[in-house]
């Protein structure tokens, strides 16, 4: 038997040791009802931990909660929120209950290389982690039995610092796993239970570690452990690494340790969905399995292909995982004998007729040996279908058998309580559980009653609020580094709540062009600086450590952002993250994203930010190309040749800035309120809100592809009588 173990908490009185269970589920994080709780607490303390539930109970003051155990306004509002939380865990007659009632023990296997899930957790990258996180989310809310794999990333995330002379530079930041939502999975000797991947030479050890995300479970593998000698630790020590033997390493683990490590906790599943092809050692682990307990080779590549499900995020064939051959026998070779399968068979499933010979490609692999695979717009699902028409070539194009499902975001997580509080007060009325249906057009419809001026001045404050943010992060800035006044100026220290503000924040790498808008500077200066009508940007994003000319286009918007002559107009506030990040997509009025086409699979960060009313100014593909409606944004590069596309793009977008967009925000009635802009807001919202939620997401997936694989077989997982049965203590 297992456990699960955290960190003493004997300085909380009886009367709140509720908060130490809502401290480790992360359903708190998006109820701000719950996070509320912790911030009443001590709002410095919940400040300073960077809003980690864990960390500041750990290091606030006993007499502070005892103060608040005697706060009867205190312990009422705990009382409310503990008991909706433990309603929410143990409900029943869930969506997936109610439409599913014969699949309620068949559970999916979720596994994702990384997870953007709570600031304190940085398990992430950028838009695939948060989709991922967004979708264990969804699953908890509508009671979708899934359970995840994943990293737990020991050297956190890459803090970002950028020098007097725009140039960006890393800065690591140790996990503190011990004072972060995350507990260990502990054997029956009461110590952290530590795995080997099987049939895996030289012989790698990992300790698991488990969040709860509400009633879904993610197990996170943990190579940085004594068991492993230090140069096989590392593996998952940083996400995504740039060295390719150590990049195959950790889909080794991810893969085949994940999969294994199911099967060792007693976990059943029936079905297995790897978000891109990181995880996809995960589809031949469970084959070797299937074999292991009586299955025929056959049979077990059947149910294997069966109930796989393959979501790609990709739109050019360089960006998916390739290995040399020679690479995948020298950590394979002892594993071949276990599949039943000769090398050459499996070493075929990863060939790609592009590729160089003797060349494995993950993505290809999982195209293979899964039955059903998506793209994650209908835009990408149409690239995806000419990337891999070659291995169907009896097929037309359009029946390549590789659909799409559109990405969504968690509502819950990324809209304004404000927002949502305003128009509770106005649809209330009218359909009291209207957030419990947002997936729903009707819902969103209703808030056309919402008075423009209240939502003008919301979103205000809004701005009011990130702007403040960015001063705040000047400040700090100013008196802890002595920050050259270039420099704050360039952070945003000049920022016009009474101006325009476009926001820009992707990672920076090339197809991404977050410099595009520079193109004619002299055209963009007469915008940013027209004296009646002012335009501002603010900008923020990473790029890769390894990614040189992502860094000089980052350091060429920083520089024009030191530049007088642009008036303070141009900001960039550094260190982008999921905290910033929430703060943009609600504050700043207009979305600005321009990539080049096809490149841009689906996004997410202008689906975040047109629930919140901001207004999407972005190039003709992902996701934009269902959410523009002609009455929500602006879109534009729809005619453009291939190629050199980038001043055509620049040009239009100057032009509509010029013609439309910043005359629109500026068209002002009486009463200060840009009515028309409102009108436009109000569309943004109740348009792109139910079509592009993660519960319309996580539907589709359940209708669509879920069902298939579920029905495919009855939940047949073969778990030894031995293994162990996970449980909390």
Same mark, same amino acid.
């Given at each position: ?460 404050? /809004?701005? =009011?609020?990130?702007?403040? &943010?960015?001063?705040?992060? !000047? @400040?700090? *800035? ?5 920050? #050259? ?14 101006? /325009?503000? =476009?926001?820009?924040?992707? &990672?920076?790498?090339?197809? !991404? @062009?977050? *410099? ?5 500077? #002299? ?207």
């Amino acid at each position: 038997m297992i456990g699960i173990r955290w960190i003493d908490f004997d300085h909380i009185p009886d009367r709140l040791a509720g908060l130490i269970d809502l401290s480790y589920n992360l359903w708190s994080s998006w109820h701000p009802e719950a996070w509320l709780l912790f911030k009443n607490l001590n709002r410095q303390g919940w400040k300073e931990s960077i809003h980690n539930p864990v960390k500041m109970l750990q290091e606030l003051p006993a007499e502070a909660l005892e103060a608040a155990a005697s706060n009867i306004e205190y312990t009422n509002h705990y009382d409310a929120v503990i008991a909706k939380f433990q309603r929410y865990m143990l409900a029943k007659n869930q969506w997936f209950d109610e439409y599913y009632p014969e699949h309620q023990q068949h559970k999916i296997a979720y596994f994702s290389a990384e997870y953007g899930l709570q600031h304190s957790l940085p398990l992430y990258a950028g838009g695939l982690g948060f989709l991922a996180g967004d979708h264990l989310k969804e699953c908890s809310d509508i009671g979708i039995p899934l359970v995840a794999i994943g990293f737990m990333y020991s050297d956190g995330y890459l803090h970002q610092r950028i020098r007097n002379d725009g140039w960006q530079e890393d800065v690591e930041e140790k996990l503190d796993r011990d004072n972060a939502p995350v507990k260990r999975v502990l054997g029956r000797d009461g110590t952290q239970l530590i795995l080997q991947v099987p049939f895996i030479a030289p012989q790698i050890h990992f300790a698991l570690w488990r969040v709860d995300i509400g009633r879904v479970i993610l197990y996170l593998i943990d190579t940085e452990i004594e068991q492993n000698p230090p140069h096989l630790r590392n593996i998952s020590s940083r996400l995504y690494s740039s060295v390719n033997e150590m990049r195959l390493l950790q889909e080794v683990v991810l893969g085949i340790g994940g999969t294994h490590a199911l099967k060792s906790l007693g976990v059943k599943y029936s079905a297995i969905h790897l978000n891109e092809g990181h995880a996809a050692f995960a589809l031949i682990e469970r084959y070797r399995q299937k074999i292991e307990e009586g299955l025929s080779p056959k049979e077990a590549l059947q149910h294997v292909y069966s109930t796989s499900l393959f979501t790609t995020h990709t739109p050019v064939p360089a960006g998916h995982d390739r290995f040399p051959n020679w690479m995948i026998d020298k950590y394979l070779n002892a594993y071949y004998a276990g599949m039943h399968m000769s090398r050459e068979e499996f070493l075929q499933k990863g060939h790609h007729i592009e590729d160089p010979p003797d060349t494995f490609n993950m993505a290809a692999f999982c195209l293979r040996m899964s039955a059903h695979g998506n793209g994650v717009s209908q835009k990408h699902g149409e690239v995806a279908r000419r990337m891999w028409h070659f291995l169907w070539p009896e097929n037309k194009l359009d029946e390549v058998p590789i659909g799409s499902v559109t990405n969504g975001v968690h509502i819950p997580t990324w809209i304004n309580p404000r927002l949502v509080s305003l128009i509770n007060r106005y649809i209330s009325p009218i359909c009291p559980d209207w957030f419990e249906h947002h997936d729903k057009e009707y819902v969103w419809a209703l808030i056309d009653q919402v008075p423009d001026a209240k939502l003008w001045d919301l979103h205000y404050a /809004l701005k =009011i609020k990130l702007i403040n &943010r960015i001063l705040q992060f !000047k @400040r700090r *800035d100013w008196m802890k580094y002595q920050a #050259d006044c270039a420099n704050v100026v360039a952070g945003g220290a000049l920022i016009d709540p009474n101006t /325009l503000t =476009i926001g820009f924040a992707r &990672r920076f790498s090339t197809y !991404k @062009r977050a *410099d595009l808008i520079f193109q004619d500077l #002299d055209r963009l200066k007469k915008i940013l600086n027209n004296p009646w009508k002012p335009v501002q940007i603010i900008f923020a994003g990473k790029a890769h450590p390894a990614d040189d000319e992502g860094k000089r286009i980052l350091q060429r918007i920083y520089q024009y952002a030191q530049q007088p002559e642009f008036g303070g107009r141009i900001a960039f506030v550094e260190d982008y993250g999921e905290q910033i990040a929430k703060y943009l997509v609600q504050g700043v009025d207009v979305w600005m994203n321009n990539p080049v086409p096809p490149l841009e699979a689906s996004g997410t960060s202008g689906m975040k930010a047109a629930v919140n009313g901001v207004l999407n100014f972005s190039i003709a593909d992902g996701w934009w190309i269902e959410g523009y409606n002609g009455k929500n944004g602006w879109i534009f590069g729809r005619d453009h040749a291939n190629g050199d596309r980038n001043w055509e793009d620049a040009s239009e977008m100057y032009s509509l800035l010029e013609n439309e967009i910043v005359p629109l925000y500026y068209d002002t009635g009486l009463d200060g309120i840009p009515h028309k802009w409102v009108a436009m807001m109000k569309e943004s919202i109740k348009s792109n809100a139910p079509r592009f939620s993660s519960r319309r997401m996580v539907k589709e997936y359940m209708h669509k592809y879920y069902i298939s694989t579920l029905s495919c077989v009855e939940c047949n997982a073969f778990i030894d009588d031995n293994a162990i049965e996970a449980v909390s203590q």
